[in-house]
């Protein structure tokens, strides 16, 4: 069984979903996980913001335009009246939920209910025009397998024998449609995989049914060795392994919902990033390993804090650090880069939430301070120890750059530095012409 995830832009209108209803025939059993049409869940999010602030007439004007424009999307994708009937009434019924949210009070529990909408109403009208089609097929609900625990994490016991347990049912087809993003929380509660989360419920779909194969199909043909929103002239990368993907997509390639690669490396499940516009194009494929070679990629990730650590009593005695690291660990606040010396520690969070606390339990170990809005850009290949070159040839690339953090050994495949967000772009760009490129 193959799972094969569609991004919000790739069923973003009837003609795309038309077009995906075409990519998903023959006769395989397969799970398609689809996202929201793109611009949907920003609209949801939207529409929660303004019930938080109580401005209920532009929430209400929100949700008139949402329903226009599907009506509008309906029109175009059925052919028949009575699909478009079924599919105005569904998009009727949806709205009239949502709008039973206006004149009351609300909820961050709520928020969640209303941002699941986008997810069901694209899986919908494609299990609709499927059936229009005269295409066998099955709409499961997420809600009905997918759950994270107490914590945020998925719950892969309850995922797989759940989903394991829906798909075994005897009038489920070889087709089966269900929607990304959306789960329910350890209290059977709507909740949801976090932005981007479509990618992350599509490699647990796929862990869970041991697929041989989870496909992302997105707008762009694979991973490319570069930010393609900031850097001119990047270009796709063929092969990549989990841990690199895993590493580019932690820090900040968008392609890739960070969390989503973990599933598939742990039940070794090869992902393919496939470009809907493009279905003939190989993309790339990720698996457990990949040819070595220099330099494969750069990403970043803005919006970083960095906070030194001078310890007052001189000297990395030993217990400093693990003080240091408690302090983290109490306001669970995860670490992203460190770079030590003998009388001080740098690190960088991108959580802030409890910054003020962090600061606060640090200030008893020595003097501290913090720059805000920085960057990681993290350059990712080969960077095995026995190698030479390498980090002069970063340098040399970053050379007209001030770098504030440089961490190098971590791993054999990353070398991440810490910049000013106003140097971003040049950091990148200058890796791009002078690392990649060269
Ligand atoms: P989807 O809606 O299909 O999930 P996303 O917008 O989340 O699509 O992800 C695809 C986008 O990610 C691309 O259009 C591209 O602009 C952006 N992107 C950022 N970094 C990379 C990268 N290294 N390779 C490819 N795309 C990237
Ligand atoms: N629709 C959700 C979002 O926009 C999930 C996804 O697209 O992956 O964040
Ligand atoms: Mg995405």
Redesign the pocket.
Known sequence: MKVLKF????VGSAERIRHVAGLIGGSEPKVVVL?AM?GTTDTLVEFAGCLYRNRRQEASDIIRNLEVNYYMVVTELFRTDDYIFRGKEFIRTICTYLRSFVNKDFYPLQEKAVVAQGEIISTTLMNYYLEECGVPNTLLSALEYMRIDKDGEPDYFYIRQNITRELSRPEVRQLVITQGFICRNAYGEIDNLRR?G??YSAALVGAAVEAEEIQIW???DG??N????VVEGTRAIRRLSFEEAAE?AYFG???LHPSSVQPAARANIPVRLKNTLNPGDEGTLITAASPAGNVK?V?AKSGITAIKIKSTNMLLAYGFLRKVFEVFEAWKTPIDMITTSEVAVSLTIDNTARLEQILRNLAQYGIVEVDRDMAIICIVGDCSAGKTGLGARVMDALAEVPLRMISYGGSEHNISVLVKEGDKKKAMVDLSRKLLNE
């Open positions: 991004g919000g832009t790739s996202s793109s981007g479509s990618d997105t707008d762009i991973f490319h570069n930010d393609p929103r580019l390639a968008k392609i990629a990403a």
